[in-house]
């Protein structure tokens, strides 16, 4: 499939260091980005499908890095269905398993672990929810695991390890799993924070440190903080991507962020909403936390948006996240919002709002074109000005 969109007011890149990317149009094919910028009327007129943006804003589509994942669209948790596709409509188009901890009843010994990891990601594997990309299968790290075994399941495809709701005295002890899931390539998490498990203790600064993972779960509490004061060790001390997640403590989200920003380690900054959980299913939690560190963190819309997208799929090695030729084409058209007080989607975005979602394309496809189910109606009017395919954008369901 061909897809251009044109008629884009805004090209917000994905990447923190140069946010923003000249022109109005973007072209793609066979499910990656071809062009960005300009495309001549030849290449617009060969398309299958032509998005007309009406000068709305073109954003990378956002990478959801924490999400909890079971088994199909469905969390036990919440007992809800459908709720990734829900968050497709709230310009999520990839989620990273934060470990399917939620599967009910889910095992604990080596062999469990092992095969609840291959199992999920190769569910996962080719199934789409509303488009939505999942990378599932995040081993749980349990007592009784060896390298071994870590090297077994990195055969099969696993490359997300999790360190956090295992049963070990003491966090320290996670410490030789995580450098084994290193020495399989894989990407390492943390859980950080107040336990989420009764009984568990407290994972904070000292444990990070001492266990050097890829990446520190909701670095902002998942949901309970931990001290101030461990938050500038982490920054200056190692070099540990920082996960602020919209479930947990909005007071440390901005903490880090400001101190990180400081350190000239934004870099390191990806957010995440650590969904669906106590907290809930939260299609617009991505969309909530980029405004709360524009509005209230005083980080720039365009930069804030390059931490939920590139910079994820930097840390998580991902070919999406950039608005760059060459990527998967995962592109979100975000505007203000109908009835607000801002006339753009940055500036509504700034200004705290909740950008409205007129268009969803993942993987090259358009999933929905016109309004999203979950945000409010756009400002401008973005339309199909063309479609050769007998297919329906509208999004309209029942
Ligand atoms: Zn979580």
Redesign the pocket.
């Known amino acids: 499939m061909r897809v251009a969109i044109v008629n884009i007011g805004t090209i917000v890149s994905g990447d923190w260091r140069d946010p923003l990317a000249r022109g109005d149009t973007i072209v793609t094919r066979d499910g990656r980005i071809e062009r960005v910028g300009t495309a001549s009327a030849q290449e617009v007129e060969a398309c299958d499908v032509v998005i007309d943006a009406g000068g709305a804003t073109a954003i990378p589509g956002l990478i959801d890095s924490?999400v909890?994942i079971t088994f199909g669209d469905y969390t036990p948790r919440q007992q809800t269905v459908g709720y990734l596709e829900s968050y497709v409509h709230g310009g999520v188009t990839t989620a990273i398993s934060?470990s399917e901890v939620h599967v009910p009843g889910r095992p604990r010994d080596a062999e469990g672990v092992k095969a609840l990891a291959v199992a999920a990601h190769k569910c996962f594997d080719g199934y789409r929810p509303g488009g939505m990309t999942v990378h599932a299968g995040s081993v749980i790290l349990e007592p009784g695991l060896n390298g071994n075994d870590l090297g077994e399941i990195a055969k099969k495809g696993v490359w997300l390890a999790k360190a956090g709701f295992g049963a070990f005295a003491s966090a320290y002890e996670y410490a030789p799993l995580i450098a084994a899931a290193r020495a399989h390539n894989m990407i390492t998490t943390v859980h950080t924070g107040g336990s989420s498990i009764p009984g568990s203790g407290a994972i904070t600064g000292d444990h990070l440190l001492a266990l050097k993972p890829h990446v520190s779960?909701?670095v902002n509490g998942?949901p309970t903080a931990m001290p101030d004061a461990d938050f500038p060790r982490l920054i200056h001390e190692s070099d540990i991507a920082l996960q602020v997640c919209t479930a947990g403590n909005l007071r440390t989200t901005l903490l880090c962020a400001r101190l990180a920003w400081e350190a000239k380690a934004f870099d390191r900054l990806i957010i995440a909403t650590?969904t669906p959980?106590g907290s809930g299913i939260m299609p617009l939690g991505m969309l909530y936390t980029i405004a709360h560190l524009s509005s209230l963190g005083g980080i720039a819309p365009e930069t804030a948006i390059g931490a939920a997208t590139g910079s994820n799929a930097r840390v998580y090695r991902l070919e999406s996240g950039f608005l760059s030729e060459g990527k998967l084409a995962d592109i979100v058209l975000i505007d203000a919002p109908d009835g607000g007080t801002q006339a753009d989607a940055l500036s509504a975005i700034r200004h705290g709002d909740i950008a409205a979602i007129g268009a969803v394309i993942s993987v090259g496809e358009p999933r929905f074109v016109g309004r999203s189910r979950n945000t409010p109606a756009t400002t401008r009017k973005v339309r199909v000005a063309k479609c050769t395919l007998p297919r329906d954008f509208s999004g309209a369901k029942h």
């Open positions: 924490h909890h934060a779960f909701h998942g650590d959980t």
